[in-house]
């Protein structure tokens, strides 16, 4: 089996990371890695793994392992992606990939001097309706992909404790952390890069950056993508509530998933196909299985690449700057 350490044991290693490690086949965790005492003791005490510290340099030193994952917060994936890459281990880093594209360019250029893996967790890889639509697309069910368009407009009653809505929004807010992963799924659906962004958000105090954007992308084959996300939609109401729609247009049909009613909906130029996909999780699963591949194989299976990270950042930063630019 192949040996892991997790870094940073907060709410997406306590309902993602750990429990697929502990459950997969392929996988055995080596130790974690956790500032927070409390935190700390408790995964400790529900995982055992052989090795508990706080600071991430005694898990390297101490842990056997073949890759860690980073899931602090992203003003620290820098440095301890760059440290793991630089001990010969492999990496998985949850997104955003860093808090600036020098740091992100700097993580890639690691990974390439150390010869080792570096993939970026994007959810657009890994949710099961993500992968059928890329798999729609490659089958050439809709024949040229002319427009993309992803929607992701939620509540923010999830974020507990309210620190956490306090840290997202200081580095950069929903085009950064939600964002980021429509930016990347752009990429992956049209095959192509981006030209030209605009965007304009929404700004309400006391923060710097908008709650609320609508991005419009002008794609390197000629393809266009809008991405809107927020934090605003049904932030103060009774019952929480989500806009969630992802639609791929072609020349010879359409591709449409409806967050609400969980139907994927294939337009074809002789049948309308209509699927129930009910499975919102984040693939967990997927995502470990393929790392565990990309390691025998040597080359990335089905995971997003630093390069791929670096260039939905690059997106991700210049939508949010365009927000700043027409708010001025």
Same mark, same amino acid.
């Given at each position: 089996?192949?040996?892991?350490?997790?870094?940073?044991?907060?709410?997406?290693?306590?309902?993602?990371?750990?429990?697929?490690?502990?459950?997969?086949?392929?996988?055995?965790?080596?130790?974690?890695?956790?500032?927070?005492?409390?935190?700390?003791?408790?995964?400790?005490?529900?995982?055992?793994?052989?090795?508990?510290?706080?600071?991430?340099?005694?898990?390297?030193?101490?842990?056997?392992?073949?890759?860690?994952?980073?899931?602090?917060?992203?003003?620290?994936?820098?440095?301890?992606?760059?440290?793991?890459?630089?001990?010969?281990?492999?990496?998985?880093?949850?997104?955003?990939?860093?808090?600036?594209?020098?740091?992100?360019?700097?993580?890639?250029?690691?990974?390439?001097?150390?010869?080792?893996?570096?993939?970026?967790?994007?959810?657009? *890889?890994?949710?099961?309706? @993500? +992968?059928?639509?890329?798999?729609? #697309? $490659?089958? =050439?069910?809709?024949?040229?992909?002319? /427009?993309?368009?992803?929607?992701?407009?939620?509540?923010?009653?999830?974020?507990?404790?309210?620190? *956490?809505?306090?840290?997202? @929004? +200081?580095?950069?807010?929903?085009? #950064? $952390?939600? =964002?980021?992963?429509?930016?990347?799924? /752009?990429?992956?659906?049209?095959?192509?890069?981006?030209?030209?962004?605009?965007?304009?958000?929404?700004?309400?105090?006391?923060?710097?950056?908008?709650?609320?954007?609508?991005?419009?992308?002008?794609?390197?084959?000629?393809?266009? /993508?809008?991405?809107?996300?927020?934090?605003?939609?049904?932030?103060?109401?009774?019952?929480?509530?989500?806009?969630?729609?992802?639609?791929?247009?072609?020349?010879?049909?359409?591709?449409?998933?409806?967050?609400?009613?969980?139907?994927?909906?294939?337009?074809?130029?002789?049948?309308?196909?209509?699927?129930?996909?009910?499975?919102?999780?984040?693939?967990?699963?997927?995502?470990?299985?393929?790392?565990?591949?990309?390691?025998?194989?040597?080359?990335?299976?089905?995971?997003?690449?630093?390069?791929?990270?670096?260039?939905?950042?690059?997106?991700?930063?210049?939508?949010?700057?365009?927000?700043?630019?027409?708010?001025?």
């Amino acid at each position: 089996m192949l040996r892991i350490g997790v870094i940073g044991c907060g709410v997406v290693s306590g309902y993602g990371h750990l429990p697929t490690i502990q459950s997969s086949q392929r996988w055995k965790l080596a130790g974690i890695a956790e500032v927070h005492t409390p935190r700390r003791e408790e995964i400790a005490a529900q995982y055992k793994p052989p090795v508990a510290v706080a600071d991430y340099r005694e898990l390297l030193d101490a842990a056997s392992m073949d890759a860690v994952v980073v899931a602090t917060h992203a003003d620290s994936h820098h440095e301890i992606a760059i440290a793991a890459l630089e001990r010969g281990l492999h990496v998985l880093c949850e997104k955003p990939m860093a808090s600036s594209l020098d740091q992100c360019r700097a993580m890639v250029d690691a990974s390439r001097r150390a010869n080792k893996l570096l993939a970026i967790n994007f959810n657009t *890889r890994s949710v099961a309706v @993500m +992968r059928e639509i890329k798999r729609l #697309i $490659d089958a =050439g069910t809709v024949g040229s992909v002319r /427009a993309v368009r992803f929607v992701y407009d939620w509540h923010a009653h999830q974020w507990q404790p309210p620190e *956490r809505l306090e840290n997202f @929004m +200081r580095n950069g807010g929903p085009i #950064i $952390d939600s =964002g980021v992963h429509f930016f990347e799924g /752009a990429r992956w659906f049209t095959g192509q890069d981006f030209t030209r962004i605009h965007a304009n958000g929404v700004f309400l105090p006391p923060y710097e950056h908008p709650q609320h954007v609508v991005s419009t992308c002008q794609m390197s084959g000629g393809a266009v /993508a809008l991405i809107e996300v927020g934090w605003l939609y049904c932030k103060k109401t009774k019952d929480r509530g989500m806009l969630l729609n992802y639609d791929v247009i072609g020349d010879d049909g359409t591709i449409s998933y409806d967050g609400e009613t969980r139907d994927l909906r294939v337009y074809s130029t002789t049948t309308t196909e209509i699927r129930k996909f009910e499975d919102l999780g984040k693939g967990f699963d997927f995502v470990y299985d393929q790392f565990a591949e990309s390691i025998v194989s040597g080359k990335l299976q089905a995971l997003a690449s630093g390069e791929d990270g670096l260039k939905a950042t690059v997106a991700a930063y210049q939508a949010l700057d365009a927000t700043h630019s027409r708010a001025r």
